[in-house]
């Protein structure tokens, strides 16, 4: 398998945190080498507008616009000539351009600490990031995407790894998730179930399927280096347990990875251990 690298540095805070550098980071622990992978470059996605948008609720819309119709155009263009790219962001906000890209009728395996189903009035911070799961399956706000309606069927979606509701705003975020949504928590993918989840899911269907791992589905006892820490995340073992059948499902249209947080990684040792774990599960 041949991944196709290619940079969206975004960081949805619009004030420059570390997400914006995690694919330099990444790259300089060795992702592309480790991975046997081609260099296909970097994204223009860069938000620097910090103000939240009355009409969306969302900090920096027309960039984050602009970022997706960026991100969507390099995804499309990677896909249509075979490729199979690795979406390196960035915050979860890159995950409404990558999925605008693809052709639709896919399944989408979405592995994060949170749920993202935030909308622009219910989000505590106003971050794409906070949205970008309703994004996708047309619950959040309006305006943001240049396609009508889901990018993703929502009985298509599984979220990976979520925690426990831990306060008021994350239970209003879960009475908004939409039902048709397939969730296995974290706690559902320790030790043995991890595998057995990931052989599940892969087998569950023959169709095309696209990857997402925000990086905070980790507990942040192995991996601190995020801005977001939720106890109660998976280890290493488990991730690479979970994450083995998907990618040797075949079923792959390629992969985005998020939240890794530079700024929190002062000597690079987080993310040597991120690329050596990717390189475990992505380059057979
Ligand atoms: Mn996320």
Avoid: K
């Avoid at 969306?56 to 119709?69: F, K, N, S």
């Avoid at 991996?223 to 488990?238: C, F, K, N, Q, S």
């Amino acid at each position: 398998m041949r991944w196709s690298v290619v940079d969206a540095p975004l960081d949805s805070s619009g004030r420059g945190r570390g997400e914006r550098r995690a694919p330099v980071a990444l790259r300089t622990a060795g992702l592309v080498d480790r991975l046997g992978a081609e260099d296909a470059g970097v994204i223009e996605t860069v938000i620097t507008d910090p103000v939240r948008d009355p009409e969306t609720g969302m900090i920096g819309a027309d960039q984050v616009r602009r970022a997706g119709r960026a991100i969507a155009a390099r995804v499309t263009e990677l896909t249509d000539a075979g490729h199979l790219p690795l979406v390196v962001g960035g915050d979860c906000a890159i995950l409404p351009g990558v999925l605008q890209g693809l052709p639709s009728g896919f399944t989408l395996w979405f592995l994060d600490g949170h749920l993202d189903f935030h909308d622009g009035v219910t989000s505590p911070t106003g971050e794409a990031a906070d949205m970008d799961l309703s994004l996708v399956t047309d619950h959040g706000p309006a305006g943001v995407l240049d396609r009508e309606g889901p990018l993703v069927d929502p009985d298509q979606v599984h979220l990976l790894g979520c925690r426990p509701v831990w306060d008021e705003s994350a239970a209003e975020e879960a009475a908004r998730l939409d039902p048709a949504i397939h969730v296995v928590s974290a706690d559902q993918l320790r030790g043995a179930a991890a595998a057995a989840v990931g052989r599940h899911l892969a087998a569950d269907g023959a169709g095309p399927a696209w990857l997402h791992l925000d990086l905070d589905v980790l507990d942040p006892l192995v991996l601190p280096a995020v801005t977001y820490r939720e106890p109660g995340g998976l280890d290493w073992t488990d991730l690479a347990a979970l994450v083995g059948p998907l990618v040797r499902s075949g079923r792959l249209l390629g992969m985005s990875l998020a939240d890794f947080n530079a700024d929190e990684d002062p000597d690079g040792r987080h993310a040597e251990r991120v690329v050596e774990v990717l390189a475990e599960v992505l380059a057979d």
